[in-house]
């Protein structure tokens, strides 16, 4: 089994950063990707940025340029950092391990305008 907790969630200002963290525990050996998702209300949970274990990423159209995914094999930790953040960034950000498919509990962050 697998256990992932996501922290950094908050509330920031239009233009502004956060930065989320997602510790894994557990089987770890298992992780290969990770990838951030985020659920707006009322919206379909959609796939924000992903990492390989040998650190190749991907990431949605509307973050490429402001958001860096990145990870700590040794701390078993991935990092979403999020710059110009935008009002439309609102939403609750869960990370998940694609090949195990856990899911973490989720942060919430809200950008105000």
């Known amino acids: 089994q697998v256990q992932l907790v996501e922290s950094g969630g908050g509330l920031v200002q239009a233009g502004g950063s956060l930065r989320l963290s997602c510790a894994a525990s557990?089987?770890?050996?298992?992780?290969?990707?990770i990838g951030w998702y985020r659920q707006a209300p009322g919206k379909q949970r959609e796939l924000v940025a992903a990492?390989?274990?040998?650190?190749?990423?991907a990431y949605a159209d509307s973050v490429k340029g402001r958001f860096t995914i990145s990870r700590d094999n040794a701390k078993n930790t991935v990092y979403l950092q999020m710059n110009s953040l935008k009002p439309e960034d609102t939403a609750v950000y869960y990370c998940?391990?694609?090949?195990?498919?856990?899911w973490g509990q989720g942060t919430q962050v809200t950008v105000s305008s």
């Open positions: 998940h391990a694609t090949e195990s498919n856990y």
């Open positions: 557990g089987s770890t050996f298992s992780i290969n990707a």
């Open positions: 990492i390989t274990r040998g650190h190749s990423a």
